[in-house]
C-alpha cells in the first residue's frame, strides 16, 4: 500500500521541481501575453497567449503577417498600452503592474521608440541636434554635456553634418537616423522600433537598419525592430515570426567557422508543449485537423492524418529515420 505523502514531503518534492522562473534572465520577458479590444461591443484578441524573450544587448526583429500583433506588442513593450492578461517585464520593470508615473519615467529613462512616420519622431521646428538635445532636459544634464552627447550620437550615425538642419530640410532616411540618436540619447537599456524604414526604399532602409545594429553593437542597448522587410530581418541574428497574436517561429542566423551565414529555422514550443507548424509545411503535406505523431530517441516524427481522407497525399511510414520530422515532404 503506497503512504499518503505528508505536508513536510510534499514541500521537500516541491522544492525539488522547482524550476527557475521563466525568463528569469532575460531583458524583455512576455508569458502568455494577451491583449483583448474592445470597440462597439466586439472583442478582438489581438495578441492571444504570446511569449517572448529577448536577452539584454540582444537584437531581434519581429516579423508577421498584416494584423497579426507586431505593433500591439511594440505598443505593450514601450509602456504605451496596457495588455489584458500575462506577463509583460522590460528591463525588469513589470508593465501590468505599474503605476502612471512609473509608466512616465520608464518611457523616459529605460526605452527608446523610432516610429515608421518620420513626423512622429521629429519636432518640424527644431533642428536635428536640438531634437536630440530634448529629451535628455528631463535628465538634469548640463547644457554642455547635452550638446556634446547629441554632437556625438549624430556623428556615430553618419548624419553629423546635418546637426543644423530641420527635418523638413532632410531626407526621409536622414530623419529616421536622426530618430535613433533621439531614441538614445537618454541611455536607454531597451530601444523599440516600429516599421522605423516602412517609409523608405531599399537602399535608404539598409543604412537606416545599419545605424540600429551600430546602436546595438556600440552602445549595447536590446533593440526590437518590427518589419515587413525580408532583406532588413535577414541582418539580425534573430527573427520572430508572428502569427494570429502567438510567437509561432524563429530563424536564428550565425556565421560558420568557414564565414558562410548559416540560418535555422525553428518553431516556437511553449511551456504547455504546443507547436505551431510553419503555414507552408501544413500546406505543403496538406495536414489538417490532426497530425500523427511519433516520438524517436532524437525527435518527433510528424505525420498528416492518412485516415481523413483515402488516396490523398501520403506522410513518410515511422521509424524511416532521421529526416522524417516536420517539414520533409513525404512523397519520396
Ligand atoms: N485600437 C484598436 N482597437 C481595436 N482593434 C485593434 C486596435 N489596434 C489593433 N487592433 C486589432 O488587433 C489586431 C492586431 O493589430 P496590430 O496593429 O497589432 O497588427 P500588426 O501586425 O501590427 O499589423 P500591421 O502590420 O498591418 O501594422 C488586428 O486585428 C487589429 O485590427
Redesign the pocket.
Known amino acids: 500500500m503506497t503512504e499518503t505523502p505528508d505536508l513536510a514531503e510534499l514541500e521537500r518534492r516541491a522544492a525539488r521541481e522547482q524550476r527557475p522562473v521563466y525568463g528569469a534572465d532575460a531583458h524583455i520577458v512576455c508569458d502568455n501575453l494577451v491583449r483583448i479590444?474592445k470597440?462597439d461591443g466586439i472583442e478582438?484578441v489581438?495578441l492571444q497567449g504570446l511569449d517572448l524573450l529577448v536577452g539584454a544587448g540582444e537584437m531581434v526583429a519581429i516579423v508577421?503577417?498584416?494584423?497579426?500583433?507586431?505593433?500591439?506588442?511594440l505598443n505593450i513593450l514601450s509602456g504605451l498600452d496596457v495588455p489584458t492578461a500575462g506577463v509583460a517585464r522590460v528591463a525588469g520593470a513589470d508593465l501590468l503592474t505599474m503605476k502612471s508615473r512609473q509608466r512616465l519615467q520608464f518611457r523616459r529613462e529605460r526605452v527608446g521608440f523610432v516610429w515608421q512616420q518620420t513626423s512622429r519622431n521629429l519636432l518640424p521646428y527644431l533642428s536635428a541636434e536640438q531634437n536630440v538635445e530634448l529629451p535628455m532636459r528631463f535628465g538634469g544634464r548640463s547644457r554642455r554635456a547635452r550638446a556634446a552627447r547629441a554632437a556625438e550620437l549624430l556623428d556615430m550615425l553618419g548624419v553629423g553634418d546635418c546637426a543644423r538642419r530641420r527635418p523638413g530640410e532632410l531626407s526621409g532616411g536622414q530623419q529616421q537616423r536622426i530618430a535613433i540618436a533621439v531614441a538614445v540619447a537618454c541611455e536607454p537599456q531597451v530601444v523599440l522600433a516600429d516599421?522605423p524604414t516602412g517609409e523608405l526604399d531599399t537602399a535608404t532602409a539598409a543604412e537606416v537598419f545599419d545605424a540600429l545594429r551600430r546602436v546595438n553593437a556600440e552602445l549595447g542597448t536590446t533593440t526590437v525592430v518590427?518589419t515587413?522587410d525580408a532583406q532588413v530581418s535577414e541582418q539580425v541574428d534573430r527573427t520572430v515570426g508572428?502569427r494570429d497574436?502567438r510567437t509561432s517561429s524563429e530563424i536564428r542566423r550565425r556565421d560558420d567557422t568557414d564565414g558562410t551565414r548559416v540560418s535555422e529555422e525553428y518553431a516556437v514550443l511553449d511551456r504547455a508543449g504546443r507547436v505551431q507548424l510553419p503555414r507552408d509545411f501544413t500546406e505543403a503535406l496538406d495536414m489538417r485537423d490532426r497530425v500523427r505523431l511519433e516520438l524517436e530517441n532524437d525527435h518527433v516524427g510528424v505525420w498528416p492524418d492518412r485516415r481523413r481522407e483515402p488516396g490523398r497525399r501520403r506522410g513518410p511510414e515511422p521509424g524511416s529515420g532521421p529526416g522524417e520530422a516536420e517539414g520533409e515532404d513525404g512523397d519520396g
Do not use: F
Request: charged share 10%.
Open positions: 479590444y470597440t478582438v489581438a508577421g503577417a498584416s494584423g497579426s500583433g507586431k505593433s500591439t506588442l516599421e518590427v515587413h508572428i497574436g
